[in-house]
């Protein structure tokens, strides 16, 4: 489960989501070992996209497609359309520094000299 205490609540379009309550949601799945809801900064920086990086049971990876499709149909029937993720993201485990917070870099791949570059 995500343990990120700084960045439960995410911003999106000026409004508050609760990155928690999207967790919960999402760790109802039959198919979900773990997820976690960051906030992925937009273009100008002046909100934040909740983003959830969820990491899917071994027996489960074959049909990722499948399953987003109903995790998004769950969150869509117990969020508001504003609370909604905008992206998904399928990883093999979540990042994690040592003190157990999600390792953003890693998410985006920032850790990758050649995407650095891309970015400066």
Same mark, same amino acid.
């Given at each position: 489960?995500?343990?990120?205490?700084?960045?439960?609540?995410?911003?999106?379009?000026?409004?508050?989501?609760?990155?928690?309550? /999207?967790?919960?949601?999402?760790?109802?799945?039959?198919?979900?070992?773990?997820?976690? *809801?960051?906030?992925?900064?937009?273009?100008?920086?002046?909100?934040? /996209?909740?983003?959830?990086?969820?990491?899917?049971?071994?027996?489960?990876?074959?049909?990722?497609?499948? /399953?987003?499709?109903?995790?998004?149909?769950?969150?869509?029937?117990?969020?508001?359309?504003?609370?909604?993720?905008?992206?998904?993201?399928?990883?093999?485990?979540?990042?994690?520094?040592?003190?157990?917070?999600?390792?953003?870099?890693?998410?985006?791949?920032?850790?990758?000299?050649? *995407?650095?570059?891309?970015?400066?």
């Amino acid at each position: 489960m995500g343990n990120n205490n700084d960045k439960m609540i995410v911003r999106r379009d000026g409004y508050r989501v609760d990155g928690k309550l /999207i967790e919960d949601i999402i760790q109802m799945h039959y198919a979900v070992e773990d997820c976690s *809801v960051i906030g992925i900064p937009t273009y100008d920086n002046k909100a934040f /996209i909740p983003t959830a990086i969820i990491v899917l049971k071994e027996e489960y990876r074959p049909s990722e497609m499948h /399953i987003l499709i109903e995790i998004n149909n769950l969150c869509d029937s117990f969020l508001e359309p504003k609370d909604m993720p905008k992206n998904y993201l399928i990883r093999n485990e979540i990042p994690r520094d040592e003190l157990g917070n999600i390792d953003i870099n890693k998410v985006l791949g920032l850790d990758d000299p050649y *995407v650095k570059k891309l970015t400066m």
